[in-house]
């Protein structure tokens, strides 16, 4: 899990704390497979990018998604998205994870 926070805090990404439920943004938690990554927008972020032609909050998760697996997975680690959609398994290139 450290490497994973490592990974996303040099390449710029502000990581909010676990137990902050307040706090909109990109969170990692520890689960027995490994990091767990999740990500919330806040109500601003989604009003401002529903502004811009076809954006939807689906698909902007999906961008976030898309951008940390991308880093994560240059920095050597295996990521697989969970069942429904909303969170990313990061385990190391060694382990198998079981179902998410």
Request: hydrophobic share 40%.
């Amino acid at each position: 899990m450290i490497q994973v926070r490592q990974a996303l805090t040099q390449a710029g990404y502000h990581l909010v704390e676990e137990d902050d439920t307040r706090t909109q943004g990109l969170r990692v938690r520890e689960v027995p497979d490994g990091a767990m990554v999740t990500w919330s927008g806040s109500d601003a972020f989604t009003a401002l990018a529903s502004d811009q032609h076809g954006a939807t909050s689906y698909s902007l998760r999906a961008i976030v998604q898309v951008a940390v697996s991308g880093l994560l997975l240059h920095q050597g680690q295996t990521v697989t998205e969970t069942a429904d959609e909303n969170a990313l398994l990061v385990t190391a290139p060694d382990t198998q994870p079981t179902r998410a």
